[in-house]
Nanobody
Framework: QVQLVESGGGLVQAGGSLRLSCAPSGRTFSNYGMGWFRQALEKEREFVAAISRTGISTYYADSVKGRFTISRDNAENTVYLQMNSLKPEDTAVYYC????????????????WGQGTQVTVSS
């Protein structure tokens, strides 16, 4: 079992930055690809970013490319999502997830999910 705990959400003005953290516990962190997803009110959960087990490969949704950066520290068992140039449309609950597959963009391929952290961007 892997438990994921997100932190770092909050309220920020448009153009501002936030850094989300996710600290998995339980099984070996480095055995899993890690992803961030988000879900806005009355919308489906959508892929934001993912990172491979080693951290060498990263993947982004077009809507966040160039503004968000995903990274991981396997020694510290933590994955991060640095969010810059935030826009009101980035407002959502952000979820950290862990996958044993290689289909990083598909929510159904993730084995474990955190409870989510709210990010609100005001205009």
């Amino acid at each position: 079992q892997v438990q994921l705990v997100e932190s770092g959400g909050g309220l920020v003005q448009a153009g501002g930055s936030l850094r989300l953290s996710c600290a998995p516990s339980g099984r070996t962190f480095s055995n899993y690809g890690m992803g961030w997803f988000r879900q806005a009110l009355e919308k489906e959960r959508e892929f934001v970013a993912a990172i491979s087990r080693t951290g060498i490969s990263t993947y982004y949704a077009d809507s966040v490319k160039g503004r968000f950066t995903i990274s991981r520290d396997n020694a510290e068992n933590t994955v991060y999502l640095q969010m810059n140039s935030l826009k009101p449309e980035d407002t959502a609950v952000y979820y950290c997830a862990a996958t044993s597959s290689y289909y990083y963009r598909t929510p159904g391929q993730y084995d474990y999910w955190g409870q989510g952290t709210q990010v609100t961007v005001s205009s």
